[in-house]
């Protein structure tokens, strides 16, 4: 029996029945001679039937898709210009939302679904925490919540509407009196985001996956390799652009129109040292008309400012916070977090989205250099879907059957050229 998966056992198999990850983790040993780190015992073995990978970007797109193919059998390299976690990179916060509710875009309730069981699975084997379930508090427009009750109802997924005094009966730090009804999701909650990458690149690289730190190109078709290293060839069999907010740049032609990347600034705001009701244990994240928040793990209460649409060049863009967006943080936490009102920002965050013209994701072959596979345009919501998005782009890689109608929706082809609002 191999010790690789077999066609029938699929990655692209698992994902659509929800089985767990296990199976295809579960593949015996031997190192590769390439890693850096010791690949430990117990590393799946190089699978000769499957190509090499390079994988471009160690964000929640690369860094669990690297994972994934390795533990499918591939040889697998890594490449990041700024390395796992990186401050610049999209998924480098400290933390990041997950939420089921997605109105009536089922495909990503079920990708959210399967992540958090995945997120649970992955803490585990990881040895160090990186899920807080809290759950969410949000508010929608009279039909939104018709189609996300009815939506919940048919895949099962627990919920409650809540009237304000309600809300302020479980939760009385937070004040929703301005609303008629709340949606309160208790699956969900916050993940860790830098110290994700940085565990998922530790694993790759325990099973026996290779990292460099690199800035990599595609090259030219019909060239020795799919891309350069540094200016230097990699030979593979396939390769992974996985650039986030850089794609644009990697992919000018192709995808100069189609993401664009503005700006985005979070304020933490420290709690009073005696008050822990703002801690994840006794508070859900909250997503209104106004902003989003997720509550305090251990950085303080995480608030999203609300700015207009401005670009941001991911490698020189200026990451101070703006005075401005302090003030309006500031008002948020008066209507919604009255015992908040004159604690201190302990902490900010500037980082820039990547948005493609309709939110869904960009995954595809790129059309005119063979080997080459394109995917981002996380557009605001992606990184909660990470060990999701790695099984599935591990399984497209390696070229495995899967759900045409999924693949479609994140195709070139079904992406128009967008502009910054
Ligand atoms: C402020 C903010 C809040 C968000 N909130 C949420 C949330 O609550 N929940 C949620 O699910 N999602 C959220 N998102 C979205 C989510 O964070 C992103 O969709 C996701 O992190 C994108 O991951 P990525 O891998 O595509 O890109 P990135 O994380 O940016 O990774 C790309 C990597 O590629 C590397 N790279 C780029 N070009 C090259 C090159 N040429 N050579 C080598 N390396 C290269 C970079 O160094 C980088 O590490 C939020 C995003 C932002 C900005």
């Known amino acids: 029996m191999s010790d690789t998966p077999s066609p029938a056992l699929t990655r692209r198999g698992l994902l659509a029945t929800g089985a767990g990850l296990g199976a295809a983790a579960a593949l015996s040993a031997t190192s590769s001679a390439r890693a850096q780190v010791s690949a430990r015992p117990g590393a799946p073995a190089i699978n000769r039937n499957l190509p090499d990978v390079a994988v471009v970007g160690a964000g929640a797109f690369g860094g669990w898709a690297a994972l994934s193919l390795r533990e499918a059998g591939a040889k697998v390299t890594l490449v990041d210009a700024y390395g796992p976690g990186n401050p610049r990179a999209s998924s480098g916060d400290e933390s990041r939302l997950l939420r089921l509710s997605y109105g009536p875009r089922e495909i990503y309730t079920r990708w959210a679904r399967r992540a958090q069981a ?47 005094d309600e809300v302020h009966a479980r939760w009385p730090q937070v004040d929703f009196s301005e609303y008629e009804t709340v949606f309160y999701e208790p699956t969900g909650g916050v993940v860790k985001a830098r110290e994700a990458m940085v565990a998922a690149s530790e694993a790759f690289m325990h099973k026996g996956g290779t990292m460099k730190i690199g800035h990599a190109k595609p090259a030219a078709a019909g060239g020795s390799a799919p891309l350069t290293v540094d200016g230097e060839p990699l030979a593979c069999g396939a390769a992974l652009f996985a650039c986030g907010p850089w ?51 251990d950085y303080g209460t995480k608030i999203a400012a609300n700015l207009r649409d401005v670009p941001m060049d991911p490698d020189d863009g200026d990451r101070m916070a703006s005075g401005f967006l302090r003030a309006q943080v500031e008002d948020y936490v008066a209507r919604r977090f009255p015992g908040l009102v004159g604690q201190p920002i302990v902490a900010t965050r500037v980082c820039q989205v990547e948005l493609s013209d309709n939110g869904h994701f960009i995954i595809d072959r790129h059309p005119d250099l063979p080997g080459v596979w394109i995917a981002g345009g996380g557009s605001g919501h992606a990184f909660k879907m990470g060990p999701t998005i790695g099984e599935y782009l591990a399984a497209r890689v390696l070229d495995e059957p899967g759900d045409s109608a999924t693949d479609a929706l994140f195709a070139l082809a079904s992406h128009k050229a967008r502009t910054h609002e």
């Open 118 to 164: 995945l997120w649970e699975q992955r803490q585990e084997e990881f040895g160090t925490r990186l899920f807080y379930p809290n759950g969410s508090l949000r508010t929608m427009s009279a039909d939104a919540l018709a189609e996300q009750r009815a939506l919940f109802d048919r895949l099962s997924v627990p919920y409650e509407v809540l009237s304000p």
């Open 247 to 297: 794609l644009p740049r990697v992919f000018p032609e192709l995808l100069g129109d189609r993401i664009v990347t503005p700006r985005r600034e979070i304020f933490y705001v420290g709690s009073p040292i005696d008050d822990h009701r703002y801690r994840w244990e006794h508070l859900p994240n909250i997503a209104d008309s106004h902003t989003y928040t997720a509550a305090d793990v």
